[in-house]
């Protein structure tokens, strides 16, 4: 029986016709589309793979003019569904004529279903058969599996991810469209709200509210330094004081005294028992942590997926099934980089993975599906990968045993309490050494003992406001609360950085952030209420599991938004008004030396930013905008040319506040790093377009040298040359470490390091193979970190205006 496969992507095409003809599959092209193809004895095999939906759902152009349409109208208006891959649905229609059954082999979620289905609708199948492939990881044993048990599609699943897409266009198109016209903010300049992104903005804006409308409080902390053979300290039992005449009690109770009495002492071992498997929302907690994106792991991920590296990486599941063969998976690993760690699993007994709170049905936790070493995927890939098979690992390997040891010791009456931590076994922490295991030392004592009292101390320290959202905390809310889905809420992220409503790795909205968000809660509460849109999530699930209808949700959905829109239009001119100001704000950066006025960051059409004066075309007052960086106005004025100074930020380097102006002399004066080994003039620290950093020759176009640099850290020039090159030698500031450089990529001495490095880990590689360590080293099993590529001096973009 000949059949049509569909799959989501092309790459995903490639793989399942790879495993399905055991590598014997064609490949060739119709109407500009990849088309995957091998014969046997069931007949003719074609695979194609779609650009995910290809189909796209949006209001009637007769409903495209914002001023003209009115917002009831637009929220009982139907979608039209639009084809957006012509000559895909155009290969999908000629192969499918002469087939007998079509598979959608799709993404097994909900999105996946509707993708699939959607398309097989495009096609005329009248009388042939079509079924579904469900797998959650493109290995040989699933995919086998999926394609020799095929079941029907799940109408309603895909019914639930169309009511997504219908409430969310709905919400989205009137809810941006009214808070974009109050504000007077049309064409590119429009201000984007939606159903799941407003409540997501309002929880890091009440978070930044929350930090800047915090008082500190003062309280005092009294410790004291004991020593039995080693030191070790104590905290006083009613820590913290808040009242400093009692912590200076404590403390005059204690002076004088040299020694302390053991009152309680405790010694006992702890099972500290493995992390559980990942979910969708913890992996990108992990990355996260690592430097990574949520969006960004997410699109490393699901391209480990594809390339079957990883199992699906969207999933709610943190209880593997009892099918998945986790020594299979350990057998697999013995080929990776982490061939020790699996066999030192693989030699336990009995193999007892770890369990999380959560248990589905449709996938299992995201777990390492193939061996691949540090060479095969590098870099981002090579992390997240490292990441996902860490965590396998540790939820396979044994409970960590840590020792617990607390005292309570009396000076003067005054009691302090001491605890001990030391670790015994490290289990699996040996294996995801992703965080610092803090061990203290207490040395064993028993009860009456007496101990040498050091000294005592009163600490004033201040109460600190709740820390910011990271993106990875961020989506652990949004889960807790039921905004999103495990599929959407990074990309939800995402848009705010888009949108320009948050900024930074700790999310901090801006002033047009602030100002959407605040303007909803006060005169259109329920749209940044998480109660809401949680509720139209559940609808949504309630879709799938067949309780309710699409067309029942769908119209639930429009009532709410109608009521809402009712209300917005009672605070029209309150809530634009709020708005406008808030932009003004955010747009100002300081004013015009000509003429006095506002001068403001303005957008061109083409998305290139710069600074000019409110007065255009009265006054014709520009500046470049300090590429790649963040600016935020300060009150203070340039003394050599009156040009405001302004606070530049840029990622991995300290704030400096510096001129506007880039010809400014007291630019170029901070700027100039180092002396030209080439023609004598200034070597200036410049900025590309894209905001990196590299030094180059004030004398250009005549002098042409240039020095790529560490993107991260403070930069200085020693006023040294390297005597090997006679590039000037350059100072790093960075987290607490401070190191000098030679400029120049090619130094000799360079080379002479490079080939040194390049041969030692090489021995050590071979000698870990031929005798592992056994001692364990959370340090040693340190996971490597993806490094970021240097600029080549060679290819360096010409010196554009110093910031």
């Known amino acids: 029986m000949s059949r049509l496969i569909i799959s989501e992507k092309s790459d995903a095409a490639a793989r399942i016709a790879t495993i399905l003809s055991q590598g014997a599959s064609k490949r060739t092209s119709i109407n500009k589309v990849p088309v995957f193809q091998f014969e046997d004895d069931g007949g003719m095999t074609y695979i194609v793979g779609l650009r995910g939906h290809i189909i796209e759902l949006d209001y009637p152009p007769s409903l495209n003019n914002w001023t003209e349409v009115k917002l009831a109208d637009l929220i009982s208006a139907e979608p039209e569904k639009r084809i957006t891959a012509h000559n895909i649905v155009s290969t999908l229609r000629d192969i499918s004529k002469d087939v007998d059954e079509v598979v959608i082999a799709t993404d097994f979620d909900r999105e996946g279903e509707l993708i699939g289905l959607e398309t097989a609708r495009l096609l005329d199948l009248a009388g042939k058969k079509v079924s579904r492939a469900r797998f959650s990881a493109f290995t040989k044993q699933e995919i086998d599996t999926a394609f020799r048990d095929l079941t029907a599609p799940d109408e309603k699943l895909a019914d639930a991810a169309e009511s997504r897409q219908k409430i969310d266009l709905a919400w989205g198109a009137v809810l941006t469209r009214f808070i974009s016209l109050a504000s007077k903010q049309g064409g590119g300049n429009f201000l984007s709200v939606g159903r799941v992104q407003s409540p997501t903005l309002a929880l890091v804006v009440a978070r930044h509210k929350a930090i800047e409308e915090f008082i500190p409080t003062p309280y005092w902390n009294v410790s004291a330094r004991f020593q039995h053979g080693p030191e070790f300290h104590g905290n006083h039992v009613k820590n913290p004081f808040h009242d400093e005449a009692e912590a200076a009690k404590a403390l005059a109770n204690c002076e004088g005294q040299t020694n302390g009495k053991v009152l309680e002492y405790e010694k006992h071992e702890k099972d500290e028992y493995p992390l559980p498997p990942f979910n969708t929302t913890m992996m990108l907690m992990e990355a996260n942590k690592l430097g990574f994106t949520a969006s960004r792991a997410m699109k490393i991920a699901e391209d480990l997926y594809t390339a079957g590296y990883i199992s699906y990486p969207r999933t709610d599941n943190t209880v593997y099934p009892t099918s998945l063969g986790l020594r299979r998976i350990l057998e697999k690993l013995k080929e990776s980089d982490f061939k020790a760690e699996a066999e030192e699993l693989l030699a336990q007994e009995h193999v007892r993975p770890s369990r999380g709170k959560v248990q589905t049905t449709d996938h299992p936790p995201i777990y390492p599906t193939e061996a691949a070493t540090s060479k095969q995927l590098k870099g ?382 090489a021995a050590k590689k071979t000698a870990a193979k031929k005798a592992p360590a056994k001692k364990a080293s959370a340090k040693k099993a340190a996971p490597k970190k993806a490094t970021a590529k240097k600029p080549t001096a060679k290819k360096a973009e010409p010196p554009a205006p110093a910031e």
């Not at 965590?391 to 003067?412: C, G, H, Q, W, Y």
């Not at 067949?546 to 029209?572: A, C, F, P, W």
């Not at 000509?594 to 500046?623: H, M, N, W």
Request: proline share 7%.
């Open 380 to 761: 981002e890939k090579w992390a997240i990968y490292e990441l996902v098979a860490r965590r396998f690992m540790a939820t396979v390997a044994p409970p960590a045993k840590a020792e617990l040891s607390s005292a309570s010791i009396d000076v003067n009456t005054e009691v302090f309490d001491a605890k001990g931590y030391k670790m015994l076994f490290l289990g699996w922490k040996k294996y995801y050494p992703y965080f610092k295991i803090n061990e203290t030392d207490l040395p064993e004592l028993s009860i009456g003992q007496e101990v040498d009292l050091l000294g005592v101390t009163s600490d004033k320290r201040m109460t600190q406001p709740p820390s910011r959202y990271s993106q990875g905390s961020l989506i652990q809310e949004m889960e807790r609360l039921g905004l999103g889905t495990k599929s959407t809420r990074h990309d939800i992220i995402q848009k705010l950085y888009d949108r320009k409503y948050v900024e930074g790795n700790d999310l901090m909205p801006t002033p047009s952030g602030v100002a959407v968000a605040e303007a909803l809660i006060r005169h259109a509460q329920i749209v940044a209420d998480p109660k809401m849109t949680a509720h139209l999530e559940q609808d949504m699930d309630e879709i799938a599991s067949g309780k309710t209808s699409l067309n029942d949700v769908v119209s639930e959905s429009q009532d709410m938004l109608s009521d809402i829109l009712d209300t917005m239009e009672t605070h029209r001119e309150q809530i634009g008004g709020e708005i406008q100001k808030a932009l003004e704000s955010q747009h100002f950066i300081g004013k015009c030396p000509k003429c006095g006025s506002d001068l403001k960051a303005i957008r061109t059409r083409f998305g290139k930013s710069f600074v000019g004066c409110s007065k255009y075309p009265e006054c014709d007052q520009t500046y470049p905008m300090p590429p790649g960086a963040l600016v935020q106005p300060t009150e203070e004025i340039c003394q050599e040319c009156k040009a405001p100074m302004v606070k530049v930020i840029r990622r991995g380097q300290p704030v400096s506040v510096h001129c506007l102006d880039p010809n400014c002399p007291t630019n170029k004066e901070r700027t100039t790093i180092a002396t030209c080994p080439k023609c004598g003039k200034d070597l200036r620290l410049i900025y590309s377009r894209a905001g990196k950093r590299f030094l180059g020759c004030s004398g250009y176009p005549d002098c042409d040298q240039t020095y790529p640099l560490p993107q991260m850290g403070q930069l200085t020039g020693t006023g040294e040359k390297c005597s090997a090159c006679g590039a000037p030698v350059l100072m790093i500031r960075n987290r607490g470490r401070t190191w000098t450089f030679c400029a120049n990529m090619e130094c000799p001495t360079k080379k002479g390091k490079d080939s040194a490095s390049a041969k030692k880990p």
